[in-house]
């Protein structure tokens, strides 16, 4: 059966520190992969997706990159974090044709 | 692009009553709409989903209708539970492949759903 990785569970980091966030997908080939973020009372905003290695597609233009350096790796990155960069963040899979999103245990990331 | 609305933000229902969530959205292209449970500080879990060619889901006390003419879908969940209690998202898929989601969901902002026992 397919499962998700996602780490770090919780995150304090200062503003301006850089970040990475790593998701992995395992019992599955080729799938598709993406970061939504979570604010605080919000729904779930679509960050990034990607349906290759090294296929990265932008939702919202941001302090934030995404990259997938392995078919099952996802990557969230920034250089210098902001306040507003605050909330949980989900990193999900799914296969393409089959619609659905299998999330991750996500991310609760805090910028003091 | 696609926008999602739901209604309402926050819903009180009876242990055993029944609850109505509904969605709306814009994207006539949109052909897949699952539904998320999101338990305090969890991760979203997908509940149930229906695809365009199909009115009507259901999945023991849940179910899910849709309107494609409307353009609305409702999650109905019958003789609640306390363990019901959690926020529900409905989303939306217009992608370019068969089913739909290669290129993501968009979300409603989420129901609060409370069982008062």
């Known amino acids: 059966s397919q499962t998700i990785h996602q780490w770090p569970a919780t995150l304090v980091q200062p503003v301006g520190s850089p970040l990475s966030l790593e998701c992995t997908v395992e019992?599955?080939?080729?799938?598709?992969l993406y970061w939504y973020r979570q604010a605080a009372g919000r729904g779930l905003q679509l960050l990034f997706y990607?349906?290759?290695?090294?296929?990265i597609s932008s939702e919202v233009p941001q302090n934030l990159s995404a990259s997938r350096p392995q078919d099952r790796q996802f990557i969230l990155s920034s250089k210098k974090l902001l306040l507003s960069d605050s909330g949980f963040y989900l990193c999900?899979?799914?296969?393409?044709?089959?619609?659905?999103?299998?999330f991750g245990q996500g991310t609760r990331l805090t910028v003091v | 692009g696609e926008n999602v609305e739901q209604h309402p933000s926050t819903l009180s229902v009876q242990e055993g009553d029944s609850a109505v969530i509904k969605c709306t959205y814009s994207d006539s292209a949109s052909n897949y709409f699952p539904w998320y449970k999101q338990e305090l500080g969890k991760r979203p879990q997908l509940i149930i989903d229906?695809?365009?060619?199909?009115g009507e889901k259901k999945d023991q006390r849940i179910a899910v209708t849709l309107n494609k003419t409307a353009k609305h879908f409702s999650l109905h969940i019958t003789e609640t539970q306390p363990e019901d209690s959690a926020v529900y998202f409905c989303a939306a898929s217009s992608g370019v492949y068969s089913g739909g989601g290669a290129d993501g969901l968009t979300f409603g902002k989420g129901t609060h759903l409370i069982i008062q026992p």
């Open positions: 229906i695809r365009s060619n199909v």
């Open positions: 990607s349906v290759g290695i090294g296929q």
């Open positions: 999900a899979w799914g296969k393409d044709g089959a619609a659905q999103a299998f």
């Open positions: 019992g599955t080939s080729n799938p598709n």
